[in-house]
């Protein structure tokens, strides 16, 4: 029974380029959760999906940032035009329901942007 | 407010004590509750998860909920050096969109 995947585990992009982070969930889990972490910092909430539906996107930048969890394959985080402040781990986590269960993180990609 | 609170530390604690962690949060309508551990550079890992009033004990860890006062707590017994890590207080309410909302953490620091 695997655990929640994400890859790759670490990514360097150009500023400019883009980066694409996948996240597939626990077998049996619908729900998909994305954080973002800085150095010393906090887990600072993006957004929130469910299979085919954007549930809750109120911690995404509303430029050059988006998500989707389609109906058959993994989450996509994606992050056009990169600049170095989006150098961060990005951390997903998933869920069997959105209400009284517990959520389970994956290893994190670690997106370095030069 | 912020929505989920933590002190930060960092707590020390010497080896064999009981470390006590706690975490009070904005939502009264909230309806779970979890600890997590992350240990630096690593990803965060579900320890607890408490969903009543009262104390949920499992191993060394017992977390505690009071709903009427809004914090939920978390109890190490016996720490060892192996548990200085960060810990992260979580919350899932209808308020917050059951999104999972976290605390900043509190850094623990076990000392042998």
């Known amino acids: 029974n695997a655990g929640v995947m994400q890859n790759p585990r670490h990514l360097v992009r150009r500023r400019g380029q883009e980066a694409r982070l996948r996240c597939s969930p626990m077998?049996?889990?619908?729900?998909v959760y994305w954080y973002r972490q800085l150095p010393e910092e906090g887990l600072k909430f993006m957004v929130y999906l469910q299979k085919e539906n954007i549930i809750d996107e109120s911690g995404m930048p509303k430029e050059r940032f988006s998500a989707e969890f389609p109906k058959e394959g993994p989450s996509i985080l994606r992050i056009q035009q990169v600049v170095r402040g989006d150098s961060a781990a990005y951390f997903c986590?998933?869920?069997?329901?959105?209400?009284?269960?517990?959520?389970?993180f994956g290893q994190g990609t670690r997106l370095t942007v030069v | 407010q912020k929505e989920v609170e933590q002190n930060s530390g960092p707590l020390s604690v010497p080896e064999g004590a009981i470390a006590s962690l706690n975490c009070t949060y904005s939502d009264r309508g909230s309806q779970s509750f979890f600890w997590y551990r992350q240990y630096s550079g690593k990803s965060p890992e579900l320890i607890m998860s408490?969903?009543?009033?009262g104390d949920k004990e499992d191993g060394r860890f017992t977390a505690q909920l009071n709903k009427a006062s809004q914090y939920v707590s978390l109890l190490i017994r016996d720490s060892q050096p192996s548990d200085s890590a960060t810990y992260l207080c979580?919350?899932?309410?209808?308020?917050?969109?059951?999104?999972?909302?976290f605390g900043a953490g509190t850094i623990l620091r076990v000392k042998s």
């Open positions: 979580a919350v899932k309410g209808m308020e917050y969109g059951n999104k999972l909302v």
């Open positions: 986590a998933s869920s069997r329901t959105g209400v009284g269960t517990e959520a389970f």
């Open positions: 408490i969903y009543s009033n």
């Open positions: 077998k049996g889990h619908s729900h």
